[in-house]
């Protein structure tokens, strides 16, 4: 049902925050929420976590003065509430903008947003360097930093609270303690967190006293008065102040409140339809965790690993009961659950770790280091590989550079279900290699077609069909794009080219690369992820002194916003009528 709108239509700034009444902003909170849950249930988004800050940043724009007073926001997926008051309504209120404001803070948008930032743990380092820098010169504004429980089981949040609570000046860190991270929270912290709740904040055992800080608590973290009572407390302070404030994920919304992990993020119009939780599907993430599920039964040694994001790899809470030990959430630490896994797999054990391409950018370290360095035979599952319409901060394209040029390292890109799965098993079995499997997209059907490849033999591709005068080698999921370019070079050019699925990201098969020259002029590759650094740079340099013309297609070397993925093809000539007019041209 409608509601009666009118307070939201008198708020265009921060400014005009500081003039309302408290009862007008508790109205103002459920106009928020009404105009978060309608957008969101029409875009998708994020649900849970801004539902849940309404009352907050109400309170924060009332007593410190954006964008003279920073605040900065942790992932920053909790900031629509943040938008609202910050002259950008407007893309929650009217439909024919909802496109028109990233779902993350964007300095380009707005000068109360500091940092363009989706990756979390990031808010109290980025917050202290605010600081610092104000401090250098001389300032005395107040710098916030915004931070969920769940974002510190991050090791960078660690890092940046050691520091912060030595910084000897005004820096002001507010615990958004909603008892959950995507999932559930898991780690030795947050019996701390609960018992500071339990206790109202007087537990003697307190992790932010131990740092140093000046500890806050308020258990009504959605009572507008009491917010405001403590944050104009701690304005203006000299030292360090942390506040843990304790708030429900998903306020406002039954849905939401109940099933938290859920309504974290959403597809369009699930709030239309009556939700009930996956039995298991087609999907590769509903393929990958049957598969656990059964060796688990076979083989004690067999644990699946998840850095707080278990949807993303089809591990849903009824794979986490059935499964029980063969299973552990790191929390969002993806450098920890790296070095957790090389540790299990070097004393017997046989970890598969699965991770989202995005947020494997954390982890080169400890990929190069702690795994690759050792040869330790883990097996890690990199899902949502590949160029996407992502906002910027989540985009999929960078992980075969970074993954790829590490030694040590195998690196998999099965093309469909029989590949995936016989590739699965390969890595979980042997021992001599660290395996990284990019995961394929959208449905695992099945090809029809059993996978008896020994993948023991590193760098051997497969010759998919013969031809003559040009090679395509389509990498994973882009095999299907190359089957398209092969028709339609035979089709404008006569060309009966030659299909390649190399299957190996991590290497040449130097032994095919070489019988190409024999009846080829060119070779063509493929692949769903950035060029620079990338799979068909390789190809290229094994035949840089050599006649043979190579065409490398991929993503180029950007952070594209929110761009269609029909556009991004075009705009990297990834359509086999804009590839075959190139070949055309360099014959």
């Excluded at 940043?57 to 992932?75: G, R």
């Excluded at 999932?183 to 947050?190: C, K, Q, R, S, V």
């Excluded at 932010?208 to 500890?215: A, E, I, M, T, V």
């Excluded at 083989?299 to 591990?315: E, H, L, M, Q, R």
Aim: aromatic share 8%; charged share 25%; net charge negative.
């Amino acid at each position: 049902m409608e509601q009666t709108i009118n307070v939201l239509d008198k708020v265009n700034s921060p400014e005009d925050v500081k003039k309302l009444g408290v009862s007008e902003m508790y109205k103002l909170a459920d106009e928020i929420r009404h105009y978060i849950i309608k957008k969101v249930n029409t875009t998708g988004g994020h649900l849970g976590p801004n539902l849940g800050m309404v009352e907050a940043t109400i309170a924060l724009h009332y007593v410190f003065n954006s964008p003279a007073d920073k605040i900065v926001f942790d992932v920053s997926h909790q900031c629509y509430p943040h938008k609202f008051l910050t002259g950008r309504k407007e893309g929650f209120t009217n439909p024919e903008q909802y496109q028109a404001y990233t779902g993350y803070t964007a300095p380009e948008e707005s000068e109360h947003d500091w940092f363009k930032v989706g990756h979390t743990s990031t808010s109290v380092s980025l917050a202290c360097g605010l600081a610092k820098a104000r401090d250098l010169k001389g300032g005395n504004e107040n710098v916030v930093a915004i931070i969920g429980d769940g974002s510190l089981s991050g090791g960078e949040a660690y890092e940046g609270l050691n520091n912060a609570a030595v910084l000897g000046s005004n820096i002001i860190i507010i615990v958004n303690d909603n008892e959950m991270s995507i999932a559930e929270n898991h780690g030795g912290l947050y019996k701390n967190l609960k018992l500071l709740r339990d206790t109202n904040g007087e537990a003697e055992c307190n992790f932010f006293k131990s740092l140093g800080f000046d500890y806050y608590y308020i258990e009504e973290g959605h009572n507008i008065e009491k917010l405001i009572d403590l944050f104009n407390k701690t304005k203006d302070l000299n030292h360090p102040v942390l506040i843990h404030m304790h708030t429900i994920k998903g306020k406002g919304l039954d849905a939401a409140e109940l099933d938290k992990e859920h309504y974290h993020w959403i597809l369009p119009g699930e709030l239309d339809v009556n939700y009930s939780p996956s039995q298991g599907g087609n999907d590769y993430g509903s393929l990958t965790a049957s598969y656990i599920e059964q060796k688990s039964l076979e083989d004690n040694s067999i644990i699946a690993i998840s850095p707080a994001t278990p949807g993303v790899s089809g591990f849903s809470p009824e794979f986490r009961k059935k499964v029980g030990i063969h299973y552990t959430d790191v929390g969002i630490a993806e450098e920890h659950a790296v070095a957790f896994a090389s540790g299990i797999a070097k004393n017997g054990g046989k970890p598969i770790l699965a991770m989202m391409s995005s947020f494997v950018q954390r982890t080169y370290d400890q990929l190069s280091q702690d795994l690759a360095l050792n040869s330790n035979p883990a097996t890690l599952l990199i899902f949502w590989g590949g160029i996407s319409g992502a906002d910027a901060t989540h985009l999929t394209c960078f992980d075969i550079p970074l993954i790829s040029n590490i030694p040590n390292m195998v690196y998999l890109a099965p093309t469909c279900r029989e590949e995936y799965l016989r590739m699965l098993d390969w890595s979980v079995n042997q021992k001599d290699y660290p395996v990284a499997i990019r995961v394929p997209a959208g449905d695992a059907n099945p090809a029809g077609q059993e996978d008896n490849t020994d993948y023991s033999i590193i760098n051997k591709y497969k010759l998919e069909e013969a031809g003559s005068k040009a090679a395509i080698i389509g990498l994973g999921s882009f095999l299907n794009l190359g089957r398209q370019v092969k028709s339609a070079l035979k089709e404008k050019l006569g060309i009966e080219a030659t299909l390649i699925n190399p299957r190996f990201i991590t290497g040449l098969d130097r032994e095919m690369l070489e019988s190409l020259k024999n009846n080829h002029d060119i070779v063509i590759t493929l692949e769903d992820g950035m060029l620079d650094g990338g799979f068909g740079e390789k190809i290229a340099r094994y035949y840089g002194a050599s006649d043979m013309k190579v065409l490398n297609y991929g993503a180029k070397k950007e952070f594209p916003d929110r761009v269609p993925l029909q556009t991004l093809y075009e705009r990297y000539r990834l359509t086999p009528d804009l590839i075959v007019e190139d070949v055309k041209a360099c014959l």
